[in-house]
């Protein structure tokens, strides 16, 4: 079967963002700008988003940073902590700009000490979320050193994810960037509130990309990627179009000499490609026609908020990916840097 030349599909939204601030901010929003109408931004900087106050200003920061001419909404996100008040809770969902709050199990990843280790000394505050219909996202991963980091996520299903959706039956839960059968099994035998992201490195890689023929740190990211038998479970439900799975890209930049480093970070960048490295994908199942879907419909009504009206174009022709990208002061190195992507934003 040929190729389509083209497709043409509504504007799509990004389910999950990072992108850090200052001078790094400045040079990566434009990418997520050109491609999505809408980013959910995570909390997690150095110190992290906690109060609706902090929200507003890094929203303003992120709009600054848009190329003119484009529109594009930061979608805001508090960083749960111990701390956290019902107040404060109450005073995001008055806000409108904020539209969830995110658990990082303390020490699961970039930014996650502040976070919160023991998720029943927040029930109250869930309460509320429940109550005032604020989305609850979470990266699903144990963080017990003495656990293989290639199950902890599975084993969070078990120990965190099944209680949380019994004992909060109406919060809408986002289990975030799953790499597992076992996260797909979970959310599709959940009920409606509970939906999740996935990442256009774990649809495409699995983890000989980071181990084999030498260590490649770019293609480290947390969850790290899985083996072969979860990447085909994440495709299948990707490309379904089962509303319970939408796009996020986790797209998440450091500089490049804090990756290649004795102890790297975890963060893949894709925002320079991320519809066009879904498209992929979806060509590779014969199912473009879900793309729209899963990158455009299905996170909008999981949120309840309005679909896009604006579409965009990706044109069959694969474009070449740089090397580096200018990443504030520093270079950072982007998912795919030298080689290839097949299709091109219009
Ligand atoms: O790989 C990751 N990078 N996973 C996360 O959960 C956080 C992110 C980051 O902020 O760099
Ligand atoms: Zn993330």
């Not at 799953?178 to 797909?184: C, D, L, N, Q, R």
């Not at 879907?293 to 009206?309: D, M, Q, R, T, V």
């Not at 604006?310 to 044109?315: Q, R, S, V």
Request: contains cysteine; charged residues 25%; aromatic residues 8%.
């Amino acid at each position: 079967m040929s190729r389509s030349t083209e497709i043409t599909f509504i504007r799509p939204d990004d389910w999950h963002l990072h992108v850090r601030e200052g001078e790094a901010l400045k040079s990566v929003v434009p990418d997520t700008a050109k491609r999505f109408a809408r980013a959910i931004i995570m909390p997690n900087l150095a110190e992290p988003i906690t109060t609706v106050k902090r929200a507003a200003s890094y929203r303003d920061e992120i709009l600054a940073a848009v190329p003119k001419g484009l529109k594009f909404e930061p979608l805001m996100v508090l960083y749960l902590t111990p701390q956290t008040t019902a107040k404060e809770i109450r005073k995001a969902a008055k806000s409108g700009f904020v539209k969830a709050v995110k658990w990082y199990p303390a020490g699961a990843t970039t930014n996650s000490d502040k976070g919160v280790k023991d998720i029943a000394d927040c029930y109250p505050i869930l309460k509320v979320m429940e109550e005032v219909g604020l989305k609850f996202l979470v990266h699903g991963e144990v963080t017990d050193e003495s656990t293989d980091i290639f199950d902890r996520e599975a084993i969070f299903i078990e120990r965190h994810m099944k209680k949380l959706a019994l004992d909060f039956p109406d919060l809408k839960i986002v289990f975030e960037h799953i790499t597992t059968e076992e996260a797909v099994h979970f959310v599709k035998s959940a009920s409606s509130n509970v939906a999740a992201t996935i990442t256009p490195q774990h649809l495409l890689y699995n983890r000989n990309a980071i181990l084999a023929g030498g260590l490649k740190p770019h293609y480290y990211c947390l969850p790290v990627l899985k083996r072969e038998k979860h990447r085909l479970a994440l495709v299948k439900a990707a490309v379904s179009g089962d509303p319970k799975f939408f796009l996020g890209t986790d797209s998440a930049p450091h500089a490049k000499g804090a990756k290649e480093s004795s102890c790297g970070c975890a963060g893949i960048y894709s925002s320079h490609i991320a519809v066009e490295l879904y498209a992929e994908v979806f060509e590779a199942e014969g199912c473009l026609k879900n793309l729209e879907k899963f990158a455009s419909i299905n996170g909008a009504n999981f949120y309840g908020l309005p679909i896009n009206k604006e579409m965009i174009t990706l044109k069959s022709v694969s474009t070449a990916v740089p090397k580096e990208i200018k990443f504030g002061d520093h270079i950072l190195v982007p998912l795919r840097a030298g080689g290839k992507v097949a299709w091109t934003l219009a």
